[in-house]
């Protein structure tokens, strides 16, 4: 299989941004009245397309899904586990349209700080360790990846939410560089920082509730030194790459049920050597429908 150039890795990069530090996590804070289980667990699927389809537009069109469950250890703490699959409408002659994407396994507490009589800083503190069970992992002989994540989030007024904060996440991989013609270096470190809000509209037992929300971000991406003295897109002495991202959605909740649509904006800061950023782009723009089940 072919290593996956700089290009192709930022989207999966942005979307782990945009899940982990940029949202308000409405999946997993639904989950938390579920059904009252002590392991919670969230189901989730998510059709992916781009905003703007070309004659084929199968090549451009994916599904994700998600399973994660979490387990209360103590007031405040959790362990969770969470693994994914994706399916492409498009395959190589030989190869499944199915991949099985990188599992986590982790813990997380959550606490508060008080700001004002009545606004409390939310906190969570997360550590967490990726597995390669995924063929582009496996591909690029990926050890392990540790990541940690500080998570921030107040309710400045009754129905307004803001989250974000910042994560940094470790590569281990056996090889520096990637195998193959033009492979290029395997990313050692990539974090990322990211801003949310989300707006309750409405909220009924009987109904369900509506919620609508935006948020920003960017990533930092640092390759693996080159044992080769010369600057290029896929070999340098530790070159660092930045992506930027944004992202709108609507939601719709009713029980254990959620649903929401998004528009989303990811990309490469540096375009053909020159900071270049566009706020929609026909090949980068994307429209993505969720629908998640918390247990």
Same mark, same amino acid.
């Given at each position: 299989m072919r290593a996956l150039t700089t290009q192709a890795l930022l989207p999966a990069l942005i979307i782990v941004g945009l899940a982990s530090a940029a949202q308000a996590e409405p999946a997993e804070?639904?989950?938390?009245?579920?059904? +009252?289980?002590?392991?919670?667990?969230? =189901?989730?699927?998510?059709?992916?397309?781009?905003a703007v389809v070309d004659q084929d537009p199968a090549n451009d069109q994916l599904m994700l899904y998600g399973l994660r469950a979490r387990g209360? &250890?103590?007031? +405040?703490?959790?362990?969770?586990?969470?693994t994914g699959l994706r399916q492409r409408f498009t395959a190589e002659a030989g190869e499944s349209g199915f991949d =099985?994407?990188?599992? @986590?396994?982790?813990?997380?507490?959550?606490?508060?700080l008080p700001l004002a009589p009545d606004l409390d800083l939310g906190l969570t503190h997360e550590a967490a360790v990726f597995l390669p069970t995924s063929r582009i992992s496996r591909a690029q002989d990926l050890y392990a990846a540790p990541q940690v994540r500080l %998570?921030?989030?107040v309710e400045p007024m009754p129905g307004l939410s803001v989250?974000?904060?910042?994560? &940094?996440?470790?590569?281990?991989?056996? #090889? *520096?560089?990637?195998? %193959?013609?033009?492979? +290029?270096? $395997?990313?050692?470190l990539d974090a990322s920082v990211g801003l949310g809000?989300? #707006?309750?509209?409405?909220?009924?037992?009987?109904?369900?509730? =509506?919620?609508? %929300?935006?948020? *920003?971000?960017?990533?930092?991406?640092?390759k693996y030194n080159s044992r080769d003295a010369f600057v290029s897109a896929e070999s340098d002495q530790g070159v660092?790459? @930045?992506? #930027?991202?944004w992202e709108a959605h609507v939601g719709y909740s009713w029980q254990i049920l959620e649903l929401s649509v998004s528009v989303e904006q990811? %990309?490469?800061?540096?375009?053909?050597? /020159? &900071? $270049?950023?566009? =706020? &929609?782009?026909?090949?980068?723009?994307?429209? !993505? /429908?969720?629908? !998640? !089940?918390?247990?």
């Open positions: 804070a639904q989950a938390e009245t579920g059904l +009252g289980l002590p392991v919670h667990t969230t =189901l989730s699927s998510q059709f992916r397309m781009l209360d &250890v103590f007031e +405040g703490g959790q362990v969770f586990l969470g =099985l994407q990188d599992s @986590q396994v982790g813990f997380a507490w959550k606490t508060s %998570g921030l989030s989250a974000g904060g910042p994560r &940094v996440r470790y590569r281990f991989h056996k #090889y *520096a560089e990637r195998a %193959g013609l033009g492979g +290029g270096m $395997n990313t050692q809000a989300d #707006y309750q509209v409405f909220e009924s037992e009987r109904f369900g509730g =509506l919620g609508v %929300g935006l948020s *920003a971000g960017s990533t930092w991406l640092r660092w790459l @930045q992506a #930027y991202d990811g %990309g490469g800061v540096l375009r053909d050597g /020159i &900071v $270049n950023t566009f =706020l &929609v782009h026909r090949d980068e723009t994307e429209l !993505a /429908i969720t629908l !998640a !089940a918390s247990l």
